[in-house]
């Protein structure tokens, strides 16, 4: 539940007090009347995966008691993340103009990485001049690359250094931390900046990474871990044999399994059993 309520409240910022924000930004990128007020809300995952699922229902319940009606909010799972090949993402983008080629979209909400490079690369026509509005973008994500449409950023990031300080507060005998990442691309935190993070922290910290290991030998190695350890958790998206797992079924099986404090980097995971959660800057 504070999850959720932390969902709202940020998207309660993101969209700010009466319907304003949409409406002038839509005003200013196409010029449409006022009572236009049809919102595009684009995931570049398929359904069913935990964090854009509560984001987009965080959003829609946002933009329904700002009088936004259900009819004018259109949500998109585009499923990239099981289709990769470009073939496939040209195809979903014409469909979609295709399908929205009769309505009045005022805004797109951009709830995943991944989706404004898709606009650049594979979507320059998709419904030109209608802005975007984005939040978490990376380095490599901050712009639409040749595509005319403005774009609105939400920056935020993951506060690794903010909750491993948390974490020594908490547990100031740790003399060695475990780390769990790995990113699913190049758009997620890399280990290289959760490095610089501890670094900044306590660089004398004895970090261990798992890394190269097949999924059941981490699980059973976060079972018997030494006192004064405590583990930090990023995102976990394939193993060393490549298998693909789900996040937050990974980090519900760390929290079951390791014998020592697990911290995580992202709030939808404290409903894991784990601490910490996300910071926005």
């Not at 193993?239 to 992202?266: I, K, M, Y």
């Amino acid at each position: 539940m504070a999850v959720r309520s932390f969902c709202l409240g940020f998207f309660w910022i993101i969209l700010m007090v009466p319907t304003g924000v949409l409406l002038s930004v839509q005003e200013k990128a196409i010029a449409t009347p006022m009572s236009d007020k049809q919102v595009l809300i684009l995931c570049k995952d398929s359904y069913g995966l935990p964090v854009p699922d509560m984001t987009i229902a965080a959003i829609v319940d946002e933009l329904k008691r700002k009088k936004v009606s259900i009819n004018d909010i259109f949500v998109e799972y585009l499923d990239f993340n099981r289709n990769s090949d470009s073939t496939y993402r040209i195809n979903t983008i014409n469909l979609l103009q295709h399908k929205l080629a009769q309505k009045q979209i005022g805004v797109i909400i951009a709830v995943s990485q991944g989706v404004l490079s898709s606009l650049s690369h594979d979507g320059k026509d998709f419904l030109p001049g209608v802005p975007v509005i984005t939040f978490k973008p990376r380095a490599t994500e901050n712009s639409l690359e040749g595509a005319v449409r403005p774009l609105n950023k939400i920056q935020t990031s993951k506060d690794v250094a903010g909750t491993l300080q948390y974490a020594l507060t908490l547990f100031p005998a740790t003399q060695r931390l475990v780390v769990i990442n790995a990113p699913g691309n190049s758009k997620e935190l890399t280990n290289e900046e959760i490095t610089s993070a501890i670094n900044k922290v306590k660089p004398q910290l004895n970090v261990e990474f798992k890394e190269g290991l097949p999924y059941e030998t981490i699980l059973q190695q976060v079972g018997s871990l030494p006192p004064n350890t405590i583990i930090l958790y990023g995102l976990f998206f394939r193993d060393a044999t490549g298998r693909t797992f789900v996040p937050s079924e990974v980090a519900s099986e760390l929290g079951q399994r390791s014998n020592v404090p697990v911290f995580c980097l992202d709030e939808l995971h404290v409903l894991n059993g784990l601490m910490g959660g996300e910071c926005p800057q």
